[in-house]
C-alpha cells in the first residue's frame, strides 16, 4: 500500500528529554512537511523539504530539528528547548509539481509528563 | 491579520440541507487552494483543490473561487452526519512571497450534521 506513515502513535516524554518521530512515505513524493497542531488551532508548519539533504524552517522551529537523509524519511526531533511541546504533529508529503497538494500521515500525539 | 481566516463554527446544518463554508485570504499572489476535512482526533484529509475561478464539483462536494475577491468557499450538499467535521481551508503562498512553498492554513469550520 502506497501512503505516509507516522511512529509511534502516541509519545510520552518526561521534560528535559530529546524525542524522535518518525515519518516515511513511499509515494515517491519530492517535498516533506511537519506540522504542529494545538487543540482548537489550525496547523502551524514547523519544518519542510522540497528536496534530500536539503530543508528549512517554517514559522515555529524553535526546539525542533530535522534531517532528510533519504527521499523516503524525514524525521523530527523535539528537543528539551522546546518548552511547550505537548500537541498533534502531523507530518505531510506533496510530489512538488504545481498543483502543490499536500497529504498528511496519520499523526504522533506527543505528551509531556 | 491573519493570512488565512475561516469562521470557527460551530456550523449546524439540518441532515439533508447545503452547509456553505467560506474561507478568505489575504495573498492575493495565490495560486493554489485547498480543502482537507479533519475528523476528531484523525489527521486532515484532501476533499477538494481548485485553482482556477468558479466552480468545480466532486460528488457532493462543491468548491468556489474568487480570486479578485480573495475567497474561497465550499459546499457540501446533502449533508449527513458522516460529514460532521472540521473543514481546513488551505492556500498556497505565491511565488512572491515568504509563503512561497508553504501551505497556510485558516483555524478551521467545525460543521455538527443534526439528524
Known amino acids: 500500500d502506497g501512503g505516509i506513515t507516522q511512529s509511534p502513535k502516541y509519545l510520552f516524554r518526561k521534560e528535559g528529554q530529546n524525542v524522535t518521530l518518525s515519518c516515511e512515505q513511499n509515494?515517491?513524493?519530492?517535498?516533506m512537511y511537519w506540522y504542529r497542531q494545538d487543540p482548537g488551532q489550525g496547523l502551524r508548519l514547523i519544518y519542510y523539504?522540497?528536496?534530500?539533504?536539503?530543508?528549512q524552517k517554517g514559522d515555529i522551529a524553535e526546539g525542533y530539528s530535522v534531517s532528510r537523509e533519504k527521499k523516503e524519511s524525514f524525521p523530527l526531533t523535539v528537543t528539551s528547548a522546546q518548552k511547550n511541546p505537548t500537541a498533534f504533529y502531523l507530518c505531510a508529503s506533496s510530489p512538488g509539481t504545481s498543483l502543490n497538494e499536500q497529504f498528511f500521515g496519520p499523526g504522533t500525539r506527543l505528551t509531556v509528563l | 491579520q491573519k493570512e488565512v481566516e475561516q469562521n470557527s463554527g460551530p456550523l449546524s446544518v439540518p441532515e439533508g440541507a447545503i452547509a456553505s463554508l467560506n474561507c478568505t485570504y489575504s495573498?492575493?499572489?495565490?495560486?493554489?487552494f485547498f480543502w482537507y476535512r479533519q475528523y476528531s482526533g484523525k489527521s486532515p484529509e484532501l476533499i477538494m483543490s481548485i485553482y482556477s475561478n468558479g466552480d468545480k464539483e466532486d460528488g457532493r462536494f462543491t468548491a468556489q473561487l474568487n480570486k479578485a475577491s480573495q475567497y474561497v468557499s465550499l459546499l457540501i450538499r446533502d449533508s449527513q452526519p458522516s460529514d460532521s467535521a472540521t473543514y481546513l481551508c488551505?492556500?498556497?503562498?505565491?511565488?512572491?512571497?515568504?509563503?512561497?512553498?508553504?501551505?497556510?492554513f485558516g483555524a478551521g469550520t467545525q460543521v455538527v450534521v443534526t439528524p
Open positions: 509515494l515517491n513524493h519530492d517535498a
Open positions: 495573498d492575493r499572489g495565490s495560486q493554489s
Open positions: 523539504s522540497q528536496i534530500v539533504n536539503d530543508f
Open positions: 488551505a492556500v498556497f503562498g505565491a511565488m512572491t512571497t515568504d509563503s512561497w512553498g508553504k501551505l497556510q
